[in-house]
């Protein structure tokens, strides 16, 4: 019986394919096995985006980064400060709410070298509000600009930094989101905590509770 | 550094002043006495140099999204990779969403398997076939290069790593072009889709097909 030869084309390309194959797969195995890479965004064990802007601490208004503030290397167990940050808008009543209720109390346990809550003596808490804004300028009760923060955080007594962001430029790395939104961001610069991923009635409170390590 | 040496040495190889070097390596790889042979292997050079920097653009990428920031390669004034490499808003493609070292290596392996392929039987009929992907995924190819430079003018910073991949691609490109010219010229030097070789008519012959049966008479 006659049978038919279908392979006397196929030996160069597959050889060539084999080699090729081999090189792509050694590649990609070395570097597969040398790096571990996170994704950024805004979930849990995201890494956080970049964070960038003026900071208002109540006596004048300097450039801050969050990535300046944060270290890669850290791993658990290490000293280092968490980061709370509180995405608000100054014209939103939950934010309004928040700020005079909640917060209050909050910075007395978390914050400085007096705080109430028990923590190693090389891990530390900060604060970071970040003002967006949720309405157009023009719109009608709704007003914006420096003197807003800078008022907002006095009113309320808080001790911690108020970023500004009403240009909205942190948006488009970090998305569109309602206020107040909550991210609790390990000194690494991971998230480990943000409101809109959280079980109703768990909140960021709840989270530095049980996240955060307590001294001896 | 590392990925220049495949990438200069393939480009003189490709070039008039490779010709020298081709025959003093001919006694390993024959082929290299003829200009076809040089082109190719160059070529392979070439392409082994932008397939191995395009790796490491990839596993800077990755390092960056590991590490969150930081150098992770040398910066001197313009040229600074992690600016680019580690952009957010231009590290990857657009929607595929793929880093761009991903891309650059598939493109090079994908050369790569062309041109291997050529080399190793230059006198089939797919050869042609091959010539014109690889000269048409070029020019795609440069098309992105310019993308790429127009992300690297908006990020103010130039990387390294990626012009060395678009130095990689653009001779590859080139070279494409170059055996193109070649294949229906007396510079090819075997035959063409006619089968005019007569060794690989010969080879082809004794692959396969219908042997006759021999009858007893016969063999006695």
């Not at chain 1, 006659?2 to 160069?12: K, L, M, V």
């Not at chain 1, 849990?44 to 290397?73: C, E, I, K, T």
């Not at chain 2, 070279?175 to 035959?191: A, I, K, T």
Request: proline residues 4%; charged residues 20%.
């Amino acid at each position: 019986m006659q049978r038919r030869n279908i392979s006397n084309e196929a030996g160069g390309r597959a050889d060539g394919l084999l080699m090729v194959s081999v090189l792509f797969i050694t590649a990609f195995t070395y570097i597969a096995l040398t790096t571990s890479p996170v994704y950024t965004g805004i979930g849990v064990d995201d890494r956080a985006p970049v964070l960038d802007g003026q900071v208002w601490d109540g006596n004048s208004w300097s450039d801050f980064s969050l990535y300046d503030n944060v270290d890669s290397m850290w791993v658990e167990g290490e000293g280092g400060t968490y980061y709370m940050i509180e995405f608000m808008d100054t014209n939103c009543g939950h934010c309004q709410s928040a700020a005079r209720d909640e917060i209050p109390p909050m910075q007395t346990k978390w914050l400085g070298a007096d705080a109430t809550r028990s923590m190693p003596t090389n891990v530390s808490v900060e604060f970071l509000a970040v003002s967006i804004s949720l309405w157009d300028e023009d719109t009608a009760g709704k007003e914006y600009g420096r003197d807003q923060i800078e008022e907002f955080r006095a009113t309320h007594n808080h001790e911690f930094m108020y970023m500004d962001d009403q240009d909205e430029s942190n948006k488009a790395n970090w998305g569109d989101f309602g206020t107040p939104t909550y991210f609790l961001v390990a000194p690494n610069g991971i998230i480990k905590y943000v409101n809109l991923d959280a079980p109703g009635g768990y909140t960021v409170w709840d989270a530095m509770e049980d996240i955060i390590p307590r001294g001896e | 550094m590392f990925h220049w040496i495949p990438i200069v040495f393939g480009l003189v190889l490709m070039s008039p002043f490779g010709e020298g070097l081709g025959l003093k390596m001919a006694s390993r790889w024959p082929s290299l006495e003829t200009t076809r042979g040089r082109t190719i292997g160059g070529m392979m050079a070439v392409m082994f140099g932008g397939f191995t920097v395009s790796a490491h653009t990839l596993w800077i990428h990755n390092k960056a999204n590991e590490m969150g920031s930081g150098n992770f390669c040398s910066a001197d004034g313009v040229w600074d990779c992690s600016s680019v490499i580690g952009n957010s808003d231009w590290n990857t493609m657009p929607f595929v969403g793929l880093p761009w070292g991903m891309v650059g290596m598939l493109a090079f392996a994908l050369f790569l398997w062309l041109i291997i392929s050529v080399a190793k039987e230059p006198a089939e009929s797919w050869v042609l076939t091959h010539l014109k992907i690889g000269r048409n995924l070029g020019i795609l190819g440069i098309g992105m290069i310019f993308y790429l430079i127009y992300a690297e003018y908006e990020i103010g910073k130039l990387c390294q790593y990626c012009t060395t991949a678009h130095v990689s691609h653009v001779i590859t490109t080139f070279g494409f072009f170059r055996l193109s010219s070649m294949y229906e010229s007396n510079e090819w030097g075997v035959g063409t889709s006619s089968m005019s070789d007569s060794a690989a008519k010969d080879r082809k012959s004794k692959r396969g097909g219908y042997v006759a049966p021999i009858t007893a008479s016969e063999e006695e």
